[in-house]
């Protein structure tokens, strides 16, 4: 492991996702003590998007914007909201130079799949239509995330495509969980790493779906054919659950035909780009938005 990483293991909270309303909690609490970078040409502005019940959406406008990716952020489908990804926003949006929109979609276990996939292809389709009001070009808009954001992301893409939806540039997939089978190499064998782990991946995909059945739109490793996406840039962390079934999707959209960039992060944990002073986690995070700078440019 990285040793600017490893210096922090003894400091991180053991967590699960048995009880989802204190995993919350913490997962906020540690969302806090992240500091949010200073963007002041970062214009920010709370809206929700008319779809179900409303979802609410934090935009990030950067002066002279042209592009806008869709964020989605992580949190195992049972944690997070747009006020514990506001750090990564900011970042993304200050080091892309591109309309951040990011998305409070609802949560399980209350609201089981599909319901988060709802909400995401619900503003995908509402940010397509307002591109004008909210200040990109329509022919540039990107989805992204992190983790589940980063499954959820590619289940957009996914949909998008079938049902003849929004046209999408790019599909960034951080670190995406998109098996539920979880019978990777990875998946099978770290069951003690930092922060995620096999014991919380069981734990999330079981509260994400439920009763239900496993669609590709909810598992994208599970869709049959892949041709005819977006490119993509696929980032996996080394000592990752959700590794292996990352770089087998990556692969698998080569094969289709699709161009990837992959980027396999050594020494790296899941999530371990929030301990900013590590000089890796300093290149991911830069990464990210450089990536995206590049996909929506003309």
């Known amino acids: 492991m990285d040793p600017e990483l490893e210096a922090f ?46 979802v609410p959406v934090r ?24 006020n514990t990804e506001h750090p990564w926003a900011t970042r993304i949006a200050e080091a892309s130079g591109a309309v951040v929109i990011s998305v409070g979609y609802r949560l ?21 239509e307002h591109a ?36 999408i540039r790019f599909q960034l997939l951080n670190q995406a969980g998109l098996d539920d089978r979880l019978d990777t190499w990875s998946a099978r064998n770290f069951t003690t790493t930092p922060w995620y782990h096999r014991g919380k991946a069981v ?35 080394e000592y990752c659950p959700n590794r292996d079934e990352g770089i087998a999707y990556a692969l698998r959209l080569l094969q289709a035909g699709v161009s990837v960039e992959l980027h396999q992060w050594p020494g790296t944990f899941h999530g371990s780009q929030a301990i900013l002073s590590a000089e890796v986690s300093q290149r991911q995070n830069s990464e990210l938005g450089a990536v995206l700078r590049r996909a929506l440019a003309v």
């Open 203 to 237: 734990a999330a995909w079981r509260h994400y779906l439920g009763n239900g059945p496993a669609t590709p739109y909810a598992a994208p490793a599970r869709a049959a054919d892949l041709s005819g996406l977006p490119p993509a840039y696929v980032a996996t962390a």
């Open 9 to 54: 293991i003894p400091f991180f909270p053991q967590t699960d996702l048995s009880d989802p309303v204190s995993a919350r909690g913490r997962f906020a609490g540690l969302a806090a003590a992240v500091p949010v970078p200073d963007a002041p040409e970062v214009e920010v502005e709370d809206r929700v998007v008319p779809a179900g019940p409303g």
């Open 59 to 82: 935009i990030y406008r950067p002066c002279r914007a042209e592009g806008a990716v869709v964020w989605l952020h992580g949190g195992g489908y049972v944690m997070g909201d747009v």
């Open 132 to 167: 004008a009001g909210l200040g990109f070009d329509p022919a540039r808009i990107a989805v992204g995330g992190h983790s589940a954001g980063g499954g959820l992301a590619a289940g957009v893409t996914l949909r998008a495509r079938d049902e003849r939806g929004p046209s």
């Open 108 to 128: 399980a276990p209350e609201h089981p799949y599909p319901a988060a996939l709802d909400d995401a292809y619900a503003v995908l389709c509402w940010a397509a």
